[in-house]
Nanobody, 124 residues
Framework: QVQLVESGGGVVQAGASLRLSCTASGGIFNSYAVGWFRQAPGKERSFVAAINWNGDRTNTADSAKGRYIISRDNTKNTVYLRMNSLKPEDTAVYYC?????????????????WGQGTEVTVSS
């Protein structure tokens, strides 16, 4: 199994950028696909972006296209989510998730391992 820890969240103003990190331990990291999801108060958890084993496939939600970039550095056991041009509607708890699959899937049911989340608050 693999353990995941998110970091990089914070409170920023609209238009700012953040880079979230998801660092893994306890598994062979290049055998895990990783997805990012977010959950705002009163809403269901929704897909943000995903990346496969070696990073040659990515999948990004429509709300994130053009602003968010997912990448990974397997030498550091880390997946990143760069978020640009942040908007108040991006405010949420952001979670990373992993599973032993070679795909970039947008369904939360495709992932068995989850981190505890990192909070992102965007003020106007």
């Amino acid at each position: 199994q693999v353990q995941l820890v998110e970091s990089g969240g914070g409170v920023v103003q609209a238009g700012a950028s953040l880079r979230l990190s998801c660092t893994a331990s306890g598994g062979i990291f290049n055998s895990y696909a990783v997805g990012w999801f977010r959950q705002a108060p009163g809403k269901e958890r929704s897909f943000v972006a995903a990346i496969n084993w070696n990073g040659d496939r990515t999948n990004t939600a429509d709300s994130a296209k053009g602003r968010y970039i997912i990448s990974r550095d397997n030498t550091k056991n880390t997946v990143y989510l760069r978020m640009n041009s942040l908007k108040p509607e991006d405010t949420a708890v952001y979670y990373c998730a992993a599973d032993n699959v070679d795909r970039a899937d947008g369904s939360p049911f495709s992932y068995n391992y989850w981190g505890q989340g990192t909070e992102v608050t965007v003020s106007s």
